[in-house]
């Protein structure tokens, strides 16, 4: 299931944070990067350990927290911390899928990542390309959103970046860890979430709100792990 999560960031904390890393340390994108990926992948990164990332990481964190859509669609466990790229001048990053499990340098953090997310950082209008191309069984999805939009997409998914040639495109991404590993579970349990909020929003009297908002928590109970 792809999920875009709008305003995760408003307008004023992209600008804010565009002014905070912009001219920090950017490095060359395979610090990250698997075998495969390292290949295919033409970037560059916000380097991982300097405080301009991490605050910027650190706010986006903040941010998702507080958001109900992103909770419900992607029931988060642990969350690595954001990382930032930016791609111009024709770099992309072609076809892979993410490392099953990301371990945190340095720590005994690691993760299974079964969702991955781009929080973009450039408004669509001030850069050419840098679709984010995401292929699943209903075939290719072209992402490109506004600046403080999030796009959540499963990490089994094949996924790339056309060439950006124009301007400079900027993002965080990031993957986590659900609570609900598989993706069918995951997609039932946020359809059932958002008819409940629909009902009790229309209808917040409604004798079936306690009952079904019962199975909700004991279907969660049922698949998740914590
Ligand atoms: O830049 C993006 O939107 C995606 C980056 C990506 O796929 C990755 O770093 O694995
Ligand atoms: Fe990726």
Do not use: C
């Not at 279907?219 to 914590?226: D, E, P, S, Y």
């Amino acid at each position: 299931m792809l999920v875009r999560i709008p305003d995760v960031l408003s307008k004023t904390q992209v600008s804010e944070m565009r002014h905070l890393i912009d001219g920090a340390n950017w490095v060359d994108g395979n610090v990250t990067s698997g075998s495969q990926a390292a290949l295919a992948k033409q970037n560059e990164q916000l380097a991982g350990d300097t405080l301009q990332a991490q605050q910027a990481g650190n706010i986006i964190l903040d941010a998702l927290q507080t958001n109900p859509l992103f909770i419900s669609a992607a029931l988060p466990h642990k969350v690595y911390p954001p990382l930032f790229n930016r791609y111009a001048g024709g770099q992309n990053f072609g076809n892979h899928v993410d490392n099953s499990i990301r371990p945190l340098p340095n720590s005994d953090f690691r993760i299974r990542t079964d969702l991955s997310a781009t929080l973009f950082l450039a408004e669509p209008d001030s850069y050419d390309g840098g679709e984010l191309i995401i292929d699943d069984t209903y075939g290719s999805h072209s992402i490109k959103l506004d600046a403080g939009d999030m796009i959540l997409y499963p990490s089994t998914s094949l996924h790339r970046v056309t060439p950006v040639t124009r301007g400079v495109r900027v993002a965080s991404f990031f993957w986590l860890q659900s609570m609900v590993r598989d993706d069918g579970q995951r997609t039932l349990l946020f359809d059932m979430d958002r008819s409940i909020q629909a009902l009790t929003a229309s209808n917040p009297d409604h004798p079936s709100i306690v009952q079904l908002t019962g199975v909700y928590h004991n279907l969660v109970r049922r698949w998740a792990t914590v």
